[in-house]
């Protein structure tokens, strides 16, 4: 369904009169998604998750690389390119305070695609908006209210019924749950897993909520500044992770009780700036297990630990 080929996307944040400066925000990325499979994307702030899921729809310039959508390649971006993106993948936004137009009626906020790629108009426009709404759970009186007038969850309901309006085939998610109270969170996510079964949806899930993404995904992808450092079935990363970064965001974790288990010390210092990447491996500044030399002068490459498990560490190689 989703095949990224060394994809990078670099900003160029230089001011006039002064050192040329490029952010390498996604640094040569690989990643695939099955059709009908969830893929959770995790790492801290600032490793570039948003930047790839943005980068698919193109809402951000692509530096290089390919992206194909079920064999549709997206480059070069044009107006029937864009058109066809649009129709086979959708993002659902992080705040969906701001995702919505506050001005305009919930219905001409989830018929706005309707209108521009499948040319509805009048009555057959509202019952396919109200039918949208019955299925992401929101009666059709919500039609005529306005943003204002919902809770955080409606809200959120009412970018899921946008998003799948055209019927895609891939949804990104950008942490749609973490602006949202955590009683309506277990809502949604149970929702979004019902969506999924009865569209036959392919996810790509990005969030930095580890329960979250073992919860909804099959597989996980962990990244750190601009990079894969390891990638496999959430069942494998999550009871045997072998990169010491995976290590480090499972032990941070806290567990629902008073005793906690002895755990690893975490992680010190910040993350590097993706203007001055590390040479060598970009985690090593950080890392406990580092190996003098080898690490700090040879990136490792992100290659196959077993058939369901791929890491980028010297400690595999």
Do not use: W
């Not at 900003?11 to 400066?21: A, G």
């Not at 085939?169 to 996510?189: F, G, H, K, M, R």
């Not at 897993?193 to 996810?203: D, G, I, P």
């Not at 919860?215 to 992808?221: E, K, S, Y």
């Amino acid at each position: 369904m989703l095949d990224i080929n060394d994809l990078k996307v670099h900003f160029d944040t230089s001011k006039p009169l002064k050192r040329k400066t490029i952010v390498k925000a996604v640094n040569g990325i690989n990643l695939s998604l099955a059709k009908g499979d969830a893929l959770g994307l995790v790492g801290e702030s600032g490793s570039g998750k948003s930047t790839i899921g943005k980068a698919i729809l193109h809402l951000v310039p692509i530096t290089s690389g390919s992206i194909k959508i079920d064999g549709f390649e997206t480059n070069p971006l044009n107006r029937k390119t864009e058109r066809e993106l649009r129709r086979r993948a959708q993002m659902i936004f992080q705040d969906p305070h701001s995702a919505l137009n506050p001005r305009l009626p919930i219905l001409r906020s989830v018929a706005e695609p309707l209108v521009l790629h499948a040319d509805l108009r009048g009555s057959e426009l509202r019952a396919k908006v109200a039918e949208l709404l019955e299925t992401v759970g929101l009666p059709s009186q919500f039609l005529y209210r306005y943003p204002h007038e919902l809770s955080g969850g409606q809200k959120q309901r009412v970018c899921i019924a946008r998003a799948i309006a055209l019927n895609p085939e891939l949804l990104i998610l950008d942490e749609p749950t973490s602006a949202l109270d955590v009683s309506v969170q277990a809502q949604i996510l149970e929702f979004l897993k019902e969506l999924q079964t009865k569209f036959s949806l392919s996810f790509l899930f990005i969030s930095h909520d580890l329960s979250v993404i073992r919860h909804l995904c099959n597989r996980v992808a962990v990244m750190y500044l601009g990079e894969i450092v390891e990638e496999g079935l959430t069942t494998d990363i999550f009871h045997s992770p072998k990169h010491p970064y995976t290590q480090a965001l499972l032990n941070a974790v806290p567990f629902p009780q008073a005793k906690q288990p002895h755990r690893e010390a975490p992680l010190t210092g910040d993350i590097p700036s993706p203007v001055d990447l590390p040479t060598g491996c970009n985690f090593y500044t950080r890392c406990p297990k580092m190996m003098k030399g080898t690490c700090e002068t040879t990136s490792p490459i992100l290659s196959e630990l077993s058939e369901s498990q791929k890491v980028a560490c010297h400690l595999h190689s």
